[in-house]
C-alpha cells in the first residue's frame, strides 16, 4: 500500500478565455411569416388552450379529468402462446379490437429462467381485454380523448 497519493504526471491548464459579461447582440435579420416560433407553437396550440409549454408528464396530462380509480378492472384472458421464439424482431405483434374486446400480442421474455445470460428467448402470446363501459365512459374524459391525440403518438 502506498503512503502517499502520487501526483499525475503533467501541467494543470491555466484558463486563456474570458467570460461573458453582456447578452449577445441579436441579428438584424427580420424572421419570415412561415417560422414558427415557441410564442406561435405554445400559445396557438392545436392540441388545446391548455398546453403552455412542453409537457413533462403525459400521463398526467393526457389523463387530466378522468379517475380511472373508480373504474372497475376489466376482465381479460390469454388465448394463448407461441414458442420459444427468439427475441431478434423476427416476429410481428398484432393489436385488433374485436367483439367489444381489445386485443394484442406481447413478448414474454424467458432468460429469467436462465439467470438472464444466453441469447433472448421468450413466447409470443396473445391477450384480450374486456372494453368495459365504465372504461370507456372514462376514457372520454380525458384531455388527450377530447384533443383526438392518437394513442400511436406515446409509441
Not at 504526471?9 to 486563456?16: A, I, S, W, Y
Not at 388552450?49 to 413533462?56: E, K, M
Not at 409470443?124 to 372520454?140: G, P, R, T
Request: with cysteine; aromatic share 8%.
Amino acid at each position: 500500500m502506498k503512503d502517499d497519493f502520487e501526483q499525475p504526471d503533467g501541467v494543470v491548464p491555466k484558463m486563456t478565455g474570458s467570460f461573458v459579461t453582456e447578452e449577445p447582440k441579436k441579428a438584424s435579420a427580420t424572421t419570415s411569416d412561415d417560422e414558427e416560433t415557441d410564442e406561435d407553437y405554445f400559445g396557438d396550440s392545436s392540441v388545446g388552450a391548455s398546453v403552455s409549454g412542453p409537457v413533462t408528464n403525459p400521463a398526467a396530462t393526457y389523463l387530466e379529468g378522468s379517475d380511472f380509480e373508480k373504474v372497475a378492472q376489466p376482465s381479460c384472458q390469454m388465448l394463448g402462446c407461441t414458442g420459444p421464439i427468439p427475441n431478434d424482431g423476427s416476429y410481428s405483434t398484432l393489436s385488433a379490437t374485436l367483439d367489444n374486446k381489445a386485443c394484442n400480442q406481447i413478448f414474454v421474455p424467458m432468460n429469467g429462467c436462465t439467470d438472464n445470460k444466453g441469447y433472448p428467448m421468450g413466447m409470443l402470446c396473445s391477450v384480450c381485454c374486456d372494453c368495459a363501459n365504465s372504461f370507456v365512459q372514462e376514457m372520454k374524459k380525458t384531455f388527450g380523448y377530447k384533443s383526438n391525440i392518437p394513442t400511436s403518438t406515446f409509441n
